[in-house]
């Protein structure tokens, strides 16, 4: 298993001669899966060359704070949002101090004040800089502050001194960021997400679907992946970008999100249908756009196959989680369709509320199990997803 497997690391370089090892650094953590980007300073490019790591990472290295172009997008943020590591390695004593005390001169400090991903850092330097007092105390100040160091090696160095000071080998760094992610509740987790509408063709033009915007499964996607969960998002048409670190399939109809379903579903622990997946499907789709005729029309309309229940349903069924989005009684048919599809919970939101039904940028829920039942009041569709995600775990465990 890939471990770091579309994990968003940035690989900050500052001026040492270990810089060298940075190259093989990039290539140990792609090869776990890791999406790489580098930011080096100044010292660093004095020991190798932005273009190896751009070779190696396959992207364009960060080196300037006031880069004109970068910046009118506002780059060093943008980079910051990115990353769900910031990896600085080698980090030299110049640094360390400079990240104790808040610099932000250059683009790798800048960053590393910007981010809220973790931070970790890999102190490379001589020996007698290793040991000074104000070292100690620089790295004690960013211990505390929840930046991870990584403890220098020990052995000759270049400049022919034997002692502590040594950046670690790769490996060692690679391990260092797969504990980085280690933590979340739900790591190691298989999920398969299902979400956004279903549109059912009538004929090449025509089709029924409804309002949803698949804003509350891709957020449930994203906190999913943020807490260590291997996430699997079957969408319907929707005009949303796809989560980091989550394997997007993309759909059209009922059957087509049932078949992909099922072709993932043996292979997870928990299955959350929050897609609204139509009720009914034409029963004859018209090979050619149907033209005018009459002034009604009937169309046959026949029930397409419960894929929450179909799941639940299954011999080995994974934690099984639905939706009732509800116009009226919602709890009522919440706590109904709990018991009849033989679900481990249910998540029921009124839809008849405009400000937190279909389309709309926040939620609130009523969280539905065997034992409990729990209110979520409405916040940012985001916010809501985590509070969820967080609940899901204590459950599962």
Known sequence: ????????????????????????????LQ????????VMTKGAQAFITPLTFQALSGNNVHTDLLDTDAEAAMGHIELARWADLVLVAPASANTISRLCHGAADDLLTTLCLATSAPVAISPAMNQAMWH????????????????KIIEPG????????????????SEVLVD?????????P????????????????????????????????????????ENGAEVTLISGPVS?????????????????????????IDDC??????????DYTPAHIADQKMKKGAADMAINLVKTQDIVASVAALPNKPFTIGFAAETNDVLNYARDKLKRKGLDMIIANDVSDTTIGFNSDENAVTVIDKTSEIVIEKLPKRALAAALVQHIAQKIH
Do not use: W
């Not at 000074?132 to 930046?147: C, P, V």
């Not at 160095?157 to 040594?166: E, H, L, V």
């Not at 260092?176 to 979340?184: K, P, R, V």
């Open 176 to 184: 260092a960021a797969i504990h980085c992610f280690s933590q979340g």
């Open 154 to 169: 020990v052995g000759s160095q270049a400049c022919g001194d034997i002692g502590a000071g040594r950046m670690p080998d």
């Open 1 to 28: 298993m890939l471990q770091l497997n579309k994990k968003q690391i940035i690989v900050g370089v500052s001026g040492g001669i270990a810089a060298y090892k940075s190259a093989d650094l990039v290539r140990r």
């Open 186 to 225: 739900l790591q190691g987790k298989k999920v398969v997400l299902t979400a956004g509408p279903t549109r059912e063709a009538i004929d090449p033009v025509r089709y029924i679907s409804n309002h949803s915007s698949g804003k509350m499964g891709f957020a449930l996607a994203e906190k999913l992946a």
């Open 269 to 278: 622990d928990i299955f959350i249908a929050a897609a609204a997946v139509a």
């Open 31 to 38: 090869d776990q899966g890791a999406l790489v980007r580098v």
């Open 132 to 147: 000074n007092a104000g070292t100690q105390a620089n790295l004690d100040t960013l211990r505390q502050r929840g930046i």
């Open 240 to 264: 949303l970008e796809t989560p980091p670190r989550v394997d997007r399939i993309n759909v059209i109809s009922a059957a087509n999100m049932l078949d992909a379903v099922m072709q993932y």
